[in-house]
């Protein structure tokens, strides 16, 4: 029903800035929801940040001040600009989107994950 596209994850050290793009193609849906969650090895995935169709924003503690997501108007893109990097925001970042069918049916759908690695 829906495809996740994940762009802009790399290597960058400590300080750094990193900007991470997904984008929803396909049909039939409606988006409600779409956000950022990483997992590291050996350990839960857990949320990053989300925008919901409304513009309403929710963040982890962690990255609070940090970092900012948000969604081109144009398209069914999300964005998480990535800002003063930690090497604790090392992980696997995957792109979710929460959507809303022509069937009435919510459903998750989960990117393929970008690396994302910040240096000391």
């Known amino acids: 029903q829906v495809q996740l596209a994940e762009s802009g994850g790399g290597l960058v050290q400590a300080g750094g800035s990193l900007r991470l793009s997904c984008a929803a193609s396909g049909s039939g849906f409606r988006i409600i929801v779409m956000g950022w969650y990483r997992q590291v090895p050996g350990k839960q995935r857990e949320l990053v940040a989300t925008i919901t169709s409304n513009g309403s924003t929710n963040y982890a503690n962690s990255v609070k001040g940090r970092f900012t997501i948000s969604r081109d108007k144009a398209e069914n893109t999300v964005a998480l600009q990535m800002n003063s990097l930690k090497p604790e925001d090392t992980a696997v970042y995957y792109c979710?989107?929460?959507?809303?069918?022509?069937?009435?049916?919510?459903?998750?759908?989960w990117g393929q994950g970008t690396q994302v690695t910040v240096s000391s």
């Open positions: 979710n989107a929460r959507i809303f069918t022509d069937s009435f049916v919510i459903s998750d759908h």
